[in-house]
């Protein structure tokens, strides 16, 4: 399935993609969905694609004007992918990239002093990390008072149940299903 970026500068770039059961792509109707529910908040957004897989999320926020996407992936693979992404959209100059474990890209971006408006988290399916990353971004103050986090799950029960028993303060205000796949709307309780 060939994924392009959808809207803005560089819309209608085909994206190169990783092969194999590792990585899943984003669905454009689904990407299409998130976009239009945050889009007064990409503009000159700082952002945070923590999954990032083929970069393709972080790309289209670039695309739509978004000032600056974090790119994290463990897999090389996906780094070099990434990296192809980056020079055909001509993005480059508008990220940052972290080959790294995603615990350990928290802790690094602790340190840079770096906050976002938007994190959008991704990980494997099978892998039950956005609770782990959620409580990592929380201790480490990565998200802007407005901030908002997204996940994408196709266990949004489980991860709701999760958010609960972590007694963390993030609160959500909104909660989408497009088959398989679920997004989760989360922003800082209070703001």
Known sequence: MAMRII????RGTKLF???????????????????????????????LDLFAGSGAIGLEF???????????????EAI?????????????????????????????????????DIIFLDPPYKLDLSIKA???ISKSKLLNEEGIIIIETDEPKRDLEELDKSKLDYNMYDLRKYGRASLIFLTERGT
């Not at 809207?7 to 560089?10: I, Y």
């Not at 984003?26 to 952002?47: G, H, M, W």
């Not at 695309?63 to 897999?75: F, N, T």
Request: net charge positive; proline share 1%; charged share 30%.
């Open 80 to 116: 070099q992918m990434i990296n192809k992404n980056l020079e055909k959209t001509r993005l480059i100059e508008k990220t940052k990239i972290y080959n790294t474990d995603y615990m350990e890209t928290l802790k690094r971006i602790e340190k840079e002093n770096v906050k976002f």
């Open 7 to 10: 809207s803005g500068s560089a």
């Open 17 to 47: 993609t990783l092969d194999g059961t590792n990585t899943r792509p984003t669905l454009d109707r689904v990407k299409e969905s998130v976009f239009n529910i945050i889009q007064n908040k990409i503009e000159d957004a700082i952002v």
């Open 134 to 136: 959620l409580e990592q």
């Open 62 to 76: 670039l695309s739509r004007g978004a000032q600056k996407a974090y790119l994290c992936d463990y897999s090389k």
